[in-house]
């Protein structure tokens, strides 16, 4: 069995595959804020896989990416002591199969490479643009020829939502969902509309104007990832949707360097 964990800033997002499959058997969440110590996460990953119906001690390789960097000795530490396995972290010099394009190829996301790895693993010799909606939106561009171009960010949902409340005494806190019209009617209506469609549009923009300064004007392929992707179904923002897309990345580049 296979353990793929992706630490992102808001959440760690994980899943155990079996050999040979490109499907997870399970995949969890668990909420990444706070310190957290070895043990703590050694016996979260050895508790959920055994609730699951697994036997931790199947595990037999472990590939990790994460954009937090006070989490990654505890997460080293927690595979060694409790799986007895050195985890692949993902961070330069291991194989990707992708020629980064980049001006510091060492500062881009271990989950954007997860992403785009996943995606040429998918869809080979297709130009991608990847729309990943997490605690950041990520855009990221790779080509039919396994380029990294790099991409843009921007806050996501939650965090939109974040500053509204912190930097405006009198706009509420609401639900982040889709709303029923973009001119809303009330306060919370309003800041949902502008949110949701918020996003919409800039990834629209966003992926049109790399149609054109990239492919001369032929859209790519854009596919959908992330927590948040689900709520843009039908918005014309994604082509296909592969929530699990960081993951397969994961098993992808953990095949790679065994």
Request: charged content about 20%; aromatic content about 6%.
């Amino acid at each position: 069995m296979r353990l793929v964990i992706d630490v992102g800033n808001t959440q760690i997002y994980g899943g155990l595959f079996a050999e040979g499959k490109k499907d997870s058997v399970f995949h969890f969440r668990k909420s990444s804020h706070g310190g957290m110590t070895t043990d703590e996460l050694g016996c979260f990953l050895r508790t959920v896989i055994r609730e699951n119906g697994y036997d931790p001690n199947m595990v037999s390789d472990i590939a990790c990416c994460s954009v937090v960097p006070d989490i990654n000795h505890a997460l080293v530490n927690s595979c060694r002591r409790y799986f007895h396995i050195v985890p692949l972290m993902i961070e330069p010099g291991i194989k990707t199969g992708l020629k980064i394009r980049y001006k510091d190829p060492t500062a881009v996301g271990a989950d954007r490479i997860a992403n785009a790895v996943g995606t040429t693993k998918l869809y080979p010799n297709q130009n991608i643009i990847i729309a990943d909606f997490g605690t950041a939106i990520t855009l990221d561009v790779v080509t039919g020829k396994k380029e990294y171009l790099g991409g843009a960010i921007l806050p996501g949902l939650s965090i939109s939502m974040q500053v509204l409340e912190a930097r405006a005494a009198k706009l509420p806190t609401v639900a982040i969902t889709v709303p029923a019209v973009s001119c809303g009617q009330t306060t919370e209506e309003s800041i949902q509309a502008g949110i949701f469609y918020g996003a919409v549009g800039a990834v629209k923009e966003l992926t049109a104007q790399m149609s054109v300064e990239l492919f001369d004007g032929v859209r790519p392929l854009v596919v959908g990832t992330g927590g948040f992707a689900g709520m843009m179904r039908n918005r014309g923002v994604w082509d296909k949707l592969h929530p699990d897309l960081v993951l397969e990345g994961l098993i992808a580049i953990l095949e790679m360097n065994r």
